[in-house]
């Protein structure tokens, strides 16, 4: 038990050294206007939850794992008196970033913390958001957290990286375990003596689930899922999505082609969970 916590503790401050930056939070925000696989990926979650949320009238509204507040900037704008929004990241960097981000647009509630323990009320929320976070949390407490937080028949959306999907397994066991490889083989070259290298994680620290284990849990939980739709539908693989040719068809496919709840299903680089709180 006392391994496991070490485990937790270690993945978590490596996590904060390499995303919880100022320089971070600024590189992440610029990524929904850019041209490369991440960017088009990043959009179109954004326009699936946008989707989602017209028919929600409103209501207290928890973006937990904020990020740059990309989401909550886009619904203060179109939505200005519908939500009452609580931002919470575990990095300060982000939660400030996003109060910048979103400047005079209107307020959002700040707050700094862990998934799996959020600082919070039982039944808080109307609305909790939780998009690309879970990765980075231990994620069966994290999910008994948000249901602890969500109140009855409240509204939970969470997004998941498919690691069952051609693209996700090649990146996240093949490609980006190659890079960093490459990487260390490239300083050891150099022979720097300097000791001002900016810190790199051994691996991501994301831990993707597949769609069963994600939907047990959220059972378990009392989160009663809904709707399950997958997105980012691609048929390419690292790196070849990142080449010019390939990269283009990929920012012009058509957004009815990228999500999907058919056969093709397997196909999407990640997956999105609908589900209300049962009681």
């Known amino acids: 038990m006392l391994s496991s916590w070490r485990r937790r503790s270690s993945r978590r401050k490596h996590i904060l050294a390499s995303y919880g930056t100022p320089e971070w939070a600024a590189s992440y925000a610029r990524a929904y ?34 990020g740059p507040g990309i989401v909550d900037k886009i619904l203060l704008q179109s939505r200005p008196n519908d939500f009452r929004i609580t931002v919470l990241d575990q990095s300060r960097a982000m939660v400030e970033y996003c109060q910048e981000n979103i400047g005079g647009i209107g307020e959002v509630r700040p707050t700094v913390g862990q998934l799996e323990a959020m600082p919070f009320g039982d039944q ?74 900016p810190y790199e994680l051994s691996a991501t620290g994301i831990r993707a689930l597949p769609v069963c284990t994600l939907l047990r849990m959220m059972r378990q939980a009392n989160l009663k899922p ?22 283009g068809k990929v920012q012009t496919a058509r957004y009815e082609t990228k999500v999907i709840r058919g056969w093709r299903r397997f196909m999407g680089t990640a997956y999105l969970i609908v589900a209300r709180h049962s009681g």
């Not at 929320?125 to 948000?146: H, Q, R, S």
């Open 33 to 66: 206007d850019g041209s490369r696989s991440e960017s088009h990926f990043f959009r179109l979650r954004l326009q699936l939850v946008q989707d989602l949320l017209a028919s929600c009238p409103g209501g207290d509204l928890l973006d937990a794992g904020c």
């Open 124 to 197: 808080s929320f109307d609305v909790t958001l939780v998009l690309g976070a879970l990765e980075y949390a231990d994620a069966k407490p994290a999910v008994i957290e948000i249901s602890r937080i969500s109140r009855l028949g409240g509204l939970v959306i969470v997004s998941m990286l498919n690691p069952l999907s051609p693209y996700r397994f090649v990146d996240l066991y093949l490609y980006q375990p190659s890079v960093r490889v490459i990487k260390r083989f490239k300083r050891f070259l150099s022979r720097s003596t300097s000791t001002e290298r």
């Open 226 to 247: 809904t709707d399950l739709i997958y997105f980012d539908v691609t048929a390419l693989i690292p790196p070849l999505d990142r080449l010019p040719p390939f990269a």
